[in-house]
């Protein structure tokens, strides 16, 4: 597949037109941000683990009857994925306090929740992308009613889906972010499922191996990267 012009450079990917106008190519960065992009790096390799645990990932739900953008992996960087209409809303689940939510309410890291957390994030940098429910979307319009069932059932189904693989994987998902396209008057699953978007804590040590390394200067960042893939691969 051909990869034509460049559409749009995010902090984290590219993306490029093909040959075909409904597909686009997807690129993995090595680029990392974190704090509303005021902290930048880079992760060694972070665009090669991301976009292969994405392929298992994306593969791994298709598998499940969820629908994705993705179609497959072309090499090291770049996976082929149908080009969609981002809602501009991020969903989060959470199953165990972490980040925004200790934050918010003033809870420590670490509390099992007694059942997981739907948050929707709106999609917007100027603003810092702030906390918004289900009466925001549809009143403004962000979404239907219809749609927003839908991504509600696709993330809980993913949560219980990962929830299941990533234990399988001596790892925890604490919790993630995903977003979701609009393709053909469907809604799919899009972009990225990877450390850059969940936190994945060992079953056993508890050790943090996901972006928050980045965050907090934990160091062995791209070790932890690794050490992902490896159990995902495994
Ligand atoms: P950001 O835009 O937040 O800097 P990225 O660097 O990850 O994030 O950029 C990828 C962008 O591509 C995101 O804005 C995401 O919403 C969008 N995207 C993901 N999948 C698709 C897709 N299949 N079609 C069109 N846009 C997509
Ligand atoms: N997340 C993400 N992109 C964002 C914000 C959050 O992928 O722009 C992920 C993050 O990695 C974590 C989950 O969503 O797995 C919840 O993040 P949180 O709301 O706690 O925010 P953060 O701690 O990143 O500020």
Redesign the pocket.
Known sequence: MQKLKQI????????YETENADL?I?EF?D?A?AFD?TKRGTIMNKGVINNKLSEKIFGLLEKAGIPT?FEKRLNDREML??????V?IEVTIRNIVAGGMAKLLGLEEGIILKEPVLEYHY?E?KLHDPLINDYHIKALGVATEKELETIAKYSFKINEILNKFFDSKSLILVDFKL?F?R?KGKVIL???VSP?TCRLWDKTTKEKLDKDRFRRDLGNVEEAYQEVLRRVLE
């Open positions: 749009y450079e995010g902090k984290a990917k590219k993306l686009l997807q960065k680029d941000t992009a953008h994925v149908k080009k969609v209409k981002i501009p999609k940098d977003e396209g393709y899009a972009d990225e850059d």
